[in-house]
C-alpha cells in the first residue's frame, strides 16, 4: 500500500504557483520523498526528491516539514504544459525498495 | 537524465494471439528493471520485477504464465502477453533501475489494445 496521501485534484491559474501537498506520516527516517509526475499517456517523468532539507531544481521546489510528515512540491509558474497526474512516493535511497505509485493529484492549468 | 524506451509504442492484437513488449536501458546498465500496467484513470500497478539473469518476481494477482518476463541483458527486458484477451488491454510501462538500487527511470509506454 502506498504511504502517501494527496488530494485528488487541483486546480491551477497559468503563471501562478501550483502547490501540490502530500503527506507522509509514517515516513521512516532513512526514506526520501520524491515526485513525480505523468502526462496523459506517457511515462512518469521524475521531478525531484529530498530527504529533510528543502530542494529545488529547475523544475520544481520541494518544501519537506520539519517533522518530515509532509511535504510540498511547488510549481513557481505553472504553465499548460504542467497539467499532469502528480504523484508523491516515499523510498529508500540505494535500497531494492520498488517503487509503488499512489493515486496522486490531478493537476488542471487552465488559462 | 538516463533514457529508456519501449517498443512498440502501440500494438493492436486480435483475442488469443500472443504480443511482445521491449523495454531498454538506452545509456546506463539496468540490473533490475520492472513493469507496470495501468488502466484509464488508475494508477500504475506494479506487474513484476525483473533482475537480469533470473527470474521475475510477480506481484500478487498477477499470472506469470500469462504475463511471460524476460531479463537477458542489462539492456533489455521483455514483456510478453501471452493468449491475450480484451481485458488486457492496457497501458503498460516499463521503468529500469541503475544497479545498487539507484534511481529509477521510466520508458514512454505501450498501448496494447486486444479485439
Known amino acids: 500500500d502506498a504511504k502517501t496521501t494527496q488530494p485528488p485534484s487541483m486546480d491551477c491559474a497559468e503563471g501562478r504557483a501550483a502547490n501540490l501537498p502530500c503527506n507522509h506520516s509514517t515516513i521512516s527516517g532513512n526514506e526520501y520523498v520524491y515526485w513525480y509526475r505523468q502526462i496523459h499517456s506517457q511515462g512518469p517523468q521524475y521531478i525531484i526528491h529530498?530527504?529533510?532539507n528543502n530542494e529545488t531544481n529547475e523544475m520544481a521546489s520541494l518544501i519537506i516539514t520539519e517533522d518530515r510528515k509532509s511535504s510540498t512540491l511547488i510549481l513557481p509558474h505553472a504553465t499548460l504544459r504542467d497539467t499532469a497526474v502528480y504523484y508523491c512516493?516515499?523510498?529508500?535511497?540505494?535500497?531494492?525498495?520498488?517503487?509503488?505509485f499512489g493515486t496522486g493529484t490531478r493537476l488542471q492549468v487552465f488559462p | 537524465g538516463a533514457v529508456v524506451s519501449q517498443h512498440p509504442s502501440r500494438v493492436i492484437c486480435k483475442s488469443g494471439t500472443s504480443v511482445k513488449i521491449e523495454c531498454r536501458s538506452l545509456d546506463f546498465q539496468a540490473t533490475t528493471m520492472f513493469w507496470y500496467r495501468q488502466f484509464p484513470k488508475q494508477s500504475l500497478m506494479l506487474m513484476a520485477t525483473?533482475?537480469?539473469?533470473?527470474?521475475?518476481?510477480?506481484e500478487q494477482g498477477v499470472e506469470k504464465d500469462k504475463f511471460l518476463i524476460n531479463h537477458a541483458s542489462l539492456t533489455l527486458s521483455t514483456l510478453t502477453v501471452t493468449s491475450a484477451h480484451p481485458e488486457d488491454s492496457s497501458f503498460y510501462i516499463c521503468?529500469?533501475?541503475?544497479?545498487?538500487?539507484?534511481?529509477?527511470?521510466f520508458g514512454p509506454g505501450t498501448r496494447l489494445t486486444v479485439t
Open positions: 512516493i516515499v523510498r529508500v535511497v540505494w535500497s531494492t525498495d520498488k517503487l509503488i
Open positions: 521503468s529500469a533501475r541503475e544497479g545498487g538500487g539507484g534511481e529509477q527511470y
Open positions: 529530498g530527504l529533510k
Open positions: 525483473s533482475n537480469e539473469g533470473s527470474k521475475a518476481t510477480y
